[in-house]
């Protein structure tokens, strides 16, 4: 009896091993066919240039800038509910650790929207809608700072008197020249004049800055010529030469040299707006004078 089940057991055994190499011999070219790999994920777009409201920020987007780590955004946050909000980009140097290179190149990526802007206007009986969001800015952020070379078309939108066409201008007209090496370039942009240059000059800078050549007429004229005024180096100039300076004092030029010994040197012209009693007329006035060339080798903005 046990071999007769032994029996029928190899029988199927046979039958079922026969049938599996039928049908491997059947169909072994279609094992041989490549499948493709599908995969999921996707190339991922570039990344957007980045642009903060230093009072609306958070944390996490802070932390993006360049040299600004999680925990340096977690302090510029908590210090900012402390103070109930910045008014001045300059109190970004009271977080606590806050590393002075980072502050003279966090311009390019902050500003700063006045705080009354944001508040309820009180009623007046007329109820009104609000304007949208897409509106563009009529009035620019508080210090706002853009490096002209650098700036996006929506930046310059933010700038008094320039509108989205305008802005495009400029920045056409910078890929023409390749880049600006003086501000008052702008004049050569349809939709700018003088008026508006003077509205703008203040909220622009470009990294080594050069002086527009002047051209010299045949009329004389009983004011000074400014060609007659050196260039300044602000790193080694003495206070009579600073005094060369239009509107420059005495205190002022002692207040620029001290502010130099305190930021151990300029790294470019814009720093010295930071001197005590400059105001941004008087810095117009010395901008085609001021260089931060230190022995021949102009000095570049930290990364």
Known sequence: MKHEKLLVFLVYGAVAVGFCAAKYFLYKDSFMIPVPHEHSFQ?????EPIWLEVNSASA????KIPGVSRTLADRITAYRKEIGGFTSLQQLRDVPDFPESLFLQIGEYLYLTPLESAQTQPATGIQTTPAPT?????QPPTELL????????AQFCLLPGIGEKTAAAIVEYRSSIGAFTNRQQLL????????TLAAISAHLYIENEQPLLQETTAETETVTDPIEIPMINLNTATVQE???LPNCSEELAHNVIYLREGIHGFVNILEVLY?????DEIYISWEPYLAVD??????KKPS
Do not use: C, K, W, Y
Not at 275 to 279: D, F, K
Not at 294 to 299: A, S, Y
């Open 275 to 279: 001197t005590e009693g400059i105001t």
């Open 294 to 299: 230190d022995e021949g080798n102009t000095r």
């Open 43 to 47: 190339l991922s777009e570039p990344d």
């Open 134 to 138: 897409t509106e563009p800015i009529t």
């Open 188 to 195: 050569e942009v349809a939709g700018i004049g003088d008026a």
């Open 60 to 63: 996490a987007q802070l932390a």
């Open 146 to 153: 853009l490096n002209l070379n650098t700036a996006t078309i």
């Open 242 to 244: 600073l005094m060369l």
